[in-house]
Every structure is written in C-alpha cells, then in structure tokens.
C-alpha cells in the first residue's frame, strides 16, 4: 500500500455507513477495529460513522454501547471518558432505517450531506452491510434510489459473509448487487484473509531462498490445514443450522488458505495480479468424480455432548434454534487436489470443527523424507521436517528439523534427534497485533482490495463446495457423532492413514520427542 493511498484517507476521509449496528458483529468487531484505528491514527477527524438498525436508539444510549464495545473487545481501552473520548465518539450517529423502506434512504442522504459538511469529507462513503445477506440486494438498490450514490467522492460496499447459500443464491445475489456497483466497487469480507499470519504466508514463500525452491511436489509430501474451535454454535444456531461448517468455514477461509498456500508468485503486489493467482488454484481444485468419491474423500461430524476444557457442552441437536434431528455437520475433514504442474499429487488436508479440545489455526507443511542414506543406516527413525504457520490466536511460524543428538556416539542409539525452531511473533509483540476486521475496514478505506475476494474466486469456491453438500444430501449415513471436547470422527485419521500419513499435533499439544531450541536437552 502506497503512502499516497493511505494519505488519501486522511486527506479526503470518508463517512462510514454500518447496517446492522446494533447486531454482534458490529459490537464485536467493527466498532472496536474503528477506535483503534483512530487510536493508530490512521483515520484523521475528516470522518464520520453512521450506524443505522431498526431498533430506536438515541445518541446518548448509542455512544453508551460504542463504549461498551470498545472496552470490551478493543485492543486500545478507553482509559478515561474524557475530552478526547467525547471528540471520538462525536463522529458517530445513530439513525433508526428500515432497510425496505426507500424514504429512510432519503432521510439518511441528508443526515450524511451535514456529517460530510461538518466534518469536511469530500463525499467518500463505504457502506459496511452487516446484515443477513437476503437485506444486501434491496439495501444496494435503496441506496441507489435513495439519492445515497450521487456524491463527487468513491462509493464501496463491504458486504460480509456468507456471501450467498450455493452457487446458484450467490450468482442471483451478485446479479442483484452489480446492478448498483460495479465489481471493483465491492469488497467481499472473509476475515482470515485479513489476518497477519495468512498475509504473511505469501513473504515466507516469496521471499525465502530456503522455501521457494522447495515448494512443490518433488520436496513436499502433503499440507494440513487446522482451523479448530472450542466454541459450540453458541447463540447462532438458526444460522449455523442452515449453514454447517461446509459453508461456514469451509466455502471460503478454508479453501482461501488453500489458495494463499498453492498460488504461483503474483507479478507485481496489486490487487488483481494476487487475485488472478488464487482464481487460477480455485480453477485447478480437482472435482471429485462422484458422490462415493466425496464420501471417500470428505469427512463429516456433528458433536455430541461431552466436555471441552473442563465445561460440559450439551449435544448439537440440543442446542437453541437447531433442529433436533438436525443432520447439520459441525466438523469436516478433506482431502483436496491442486491439479497443476506444481502441486500433482500432493494432498492438501483441511479439517475445521466447533467443539474441538483446542482453538487454533495452523498450517502444515509436510516435507517429504530424504532419500536414504548414510544417516539412516544407523538406528535412527529420520522425522519429516515440518513449516508450521501458526495463525491464531498465538501466531508465529515454526520449523522441525533433523539434529544429531549432542555428545552421541553409541550405535545402538538413534542419535538424530527432532528439534524444533520456534518463531513467536506472539511473544515478541503480544497478542496486540491489529485484528483482521481492522486491517480490512482500512484497506477498504484506502481501496486496497488485495485481501478481499473477488466474484471469480467466491463462485469458484462455491461450485467446489456444492458438489460436497450435493452428495451429502442424499442421506446422512456417513455423518459421525463425535463428543464435544474431542477431536472429532476418528474416520478424518483414517483419511491420513490411508495415505501413510497423520495429522501433526496442533499448537499447545507440542510434539513430546521434539526438542525445542533453547530447550536442556
Ligand atoms: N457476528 C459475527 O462474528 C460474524 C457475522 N458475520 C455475518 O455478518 C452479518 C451480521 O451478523 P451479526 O451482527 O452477527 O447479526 P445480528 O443478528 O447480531 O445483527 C443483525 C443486524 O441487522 C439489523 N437488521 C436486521 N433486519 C434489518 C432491517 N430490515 N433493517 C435494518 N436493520 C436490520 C439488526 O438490527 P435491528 O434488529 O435493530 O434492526 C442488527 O443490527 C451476517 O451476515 C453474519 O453472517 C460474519 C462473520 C462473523
Ligand atoms: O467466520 C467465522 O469465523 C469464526 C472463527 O473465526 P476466528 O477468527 O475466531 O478463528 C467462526 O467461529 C464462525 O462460525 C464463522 O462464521
């Protein structure tokens, strides 16, 4: 990002319209991602935010819940409601809209033109929809006919997730959105695509001579991608229910990371080069041949009641608003082809699931064994040397590697031992890295659409994952009940076995053989 593109935010700033801010994402995301970067000074006072609900809020109840918000979920805390509080939270307004009725759009075209006047914003607006997607298509045409479009300044739309149900909603949700903005008007959010460890998989390729070279199927035996939670569905079982973790997870952080890990090197660092590289992987993602195959290949589970870190958790079908014959998955584990020069026969293995003994996000990179040779002659049991990405929560990147065991010399013994090479950006800069939704708020706000997905990527990802969800349609024999707190079917392990391989121990389960660098060994 150019220092011009950023200033530009600063110079000309904008208004900051959010739909659904009296909802969850707003309260835990959006607002708190807002304060820090006013914090950062990334924003200067030339903006404004409107947040605009159904329900009536006066000002005062709503800087009341903008500061609750913050102190709750922000990185920066409030330390005082003081001067400089009362001159942050002055950008903000409430105005209670119906997303359905047009004269409310009206309305809020005038209440913007004063906000613009007041805080002298060259008519810049960025519609953030948090809404249910079903609002996107009227709350686009409302802001057309609504007189909302008709400034000099850049009009964006960040539209969240889940960005339509299949391919076929999605496409009818696309058609509907582009006859108000055009594509490089709309920045589709996914949230791990903003986050620091995935933005930095693409340096730790490109930019190091120990990995680049290697990066293919001559040297690489097979990736893993974890995205494991401890939470249950929680408050959102209406949604989850229709949804699943095929869809909730799956259709769009999990195969990005799929595209962030196989994707040639872009030619320059603009937006649509990374882009058209990720495009070309969804493009080569290998469609399973039929619904046995699907079953073969994709593993599905739903938990049932157990105990994650010492709470017990009721089963999913009991869970509010979820069906109780629900046949919803909570968990799946596949395993994917990239289908291209570089990645012939190499499995990608991706597993998420809710409930699950650990939160984390990590990517795996199994290299393959060194030929045999002299140092296997002896007894040692050479390991696989391994590139972990850890995304989250703690991030940083480690590295396995084959070491002799120091002062060893007696046949008998392996003296080759694992050790590791820990890299924790966590514990170098705390766990007080910006959070994805400020990264990307920004980024949108400086039209920086690198980390957002284009249509392209958003309809090949779907057409992947229906193929999926059309097999598991048919019945629901294969979907396996797995107690909360464990690490779901135990038919995702076979799927590894089958191959030769297993899923490497995820963060805070450290592998017990390895020695860790600094560590008496
Ligand atoms: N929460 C999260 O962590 C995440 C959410 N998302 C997605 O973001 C979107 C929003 O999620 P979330 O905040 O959790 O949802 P909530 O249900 O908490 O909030 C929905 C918001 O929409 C408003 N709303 C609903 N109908 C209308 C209408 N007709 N006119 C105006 N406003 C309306 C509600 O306010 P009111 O009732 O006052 O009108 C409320 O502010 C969803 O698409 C979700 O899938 C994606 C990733 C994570
Ligand atoms: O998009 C979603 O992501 C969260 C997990 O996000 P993380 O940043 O906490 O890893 C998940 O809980 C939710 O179901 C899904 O909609």
Same mark, same amino acid.
């Given at each position: 990002m150019s220092d011009t593109k950023s200033e530009a935010i600063k110079q000309s700033g904008a208004v900051f319209f959010i739909f659904g801010a009296t909802g969850d994402l707003a309260r835990r995301k959006l607002f708190p991602a807002i304060y820090s970067l006013y914090r950062e000074g990334k924003l200067s006072e030339k903006f404004a935010v409107i947040g605009l609900a159904r329900r009536p809020r006066t000002e005062v109840q709503f800087h009341d819940d903008l500061l609750q918000s913050i102190q709750e979920f922000a990185r920066y805390k409030v330390d005082k409601v003081d001067a400089d509080w009362q001159r942050f939270a002055a950008h903000f307004t409430y105005m209670s809209l119906d997303i359905n009725n047009i004269d409310g759009f009206k309305e809020l075209s005038s209440v913007a033109t004063k906000l613009e006047q007041k805080f002298d914003i060259a008519g810049n607006r960025l519609f953030y929809l948090a809404l249910a997607p079903d609002l996107f298509g009227s709350v686009a045409h409302n802001l057309r006919d609504g007189g909302m479009l008709e400034t000099d300044g850049w009009h964006r739309l960040v539209i969240e997730k889940p960005f339509g149900f299949d391919l076929a909603s999605a496409k009818l949700l696309n058609e509907e959105i582009n006859k108000v903005f055009e594509e490089k008007e709309i920045y589709r959010i996914d949230h791990y695509l903003g986050k620091e460890m995935v933005q930095n998989i693409g340096v730790v390729r490109f930019a190091n001579a120990f990995f680049e070279p290697l990066w293919n199927n001559k040297y690489i035996a097979n990736i893993q991608i974890t995205l494991s939670e401890t939470v249950g569905v929680e408050e959102r079982g209406g949604y989850y229910d229709h949804s699943g973790a095929l869809r909730d997870m799956g259709q769009n952080h999990m195969l990005q990371m799929v595209t962030m890990m196989a994707m040639e090197p872009p030619s320059r660092l603009h937006p649509e080069d990374l882009r058209d590289e990720k495009v070309k992987v969804l493009r080569s993602l290998r469609a399973y041949s039929s619904k046995e195959e699907v079953k073969s290949h994709v593993v599905r589970g739903q938990y049932g009641e157990g105990t994650v870190r010492g709470k017990s958790r009721v089963a999913y079908r009991e869970e509010p608003n979820v069906n109780p014959v629900s046949t919803t998955s909570t968990y799946f584990a596949a395993k994917v082809f990239v289908d291209n020069f570089r990645w012939a026969g190499v499995p990608f293995y991706i597993r998420t699931g809710k409930n699950l003994p650990v939160k984390t996000t990590e990517v795996v990179v199994e290299f393959k064994n060194i030929p045999d040779n002299v140092y296997l002659a002896k007894k040692n049991k050479l390991q696989p040397n391994l590139l972990v990405f850890r995304v989250n929560p703690m991030e940083g990147i480690y590295i396995k590697i084959n070491a002799k065991r120091?002062? #060893? =010399?007696?046949? #008998?013994? =392996?003296t080759i031992i694992p050790v590791a090479m820990d890299f924790c950006q966590s514990c170098l800069v705390g766990l007080n890295t910006p959070e994805a939704y400020e990264l990307l708020i920004y980024d949108a706000a400086c039209g920086d659409s690198t980390y957002f997905t284009r249509w392209d990527e958003v309809k090949l990802a779907w057409q992947f994952v229906d193929q999926i969800a059309e097999a598991w349609a048919e019945n629901a024999d294969d979907l396996h009940i797995y107690p909360a707190g464990t690490w779901g079917p135990q038919e995702a392990d076979e799927l590894l076995a089958k191959d030769g391989f297993h899923w490497w121990p995820v963060n805070g389960q450290a592998e017990s053989e390895v020695v860790w660098v600094g560590e008496h060994i």
């Open positions: 120091p002062g #060893s =010399s007696d046949e #008998s013994q =392996s």
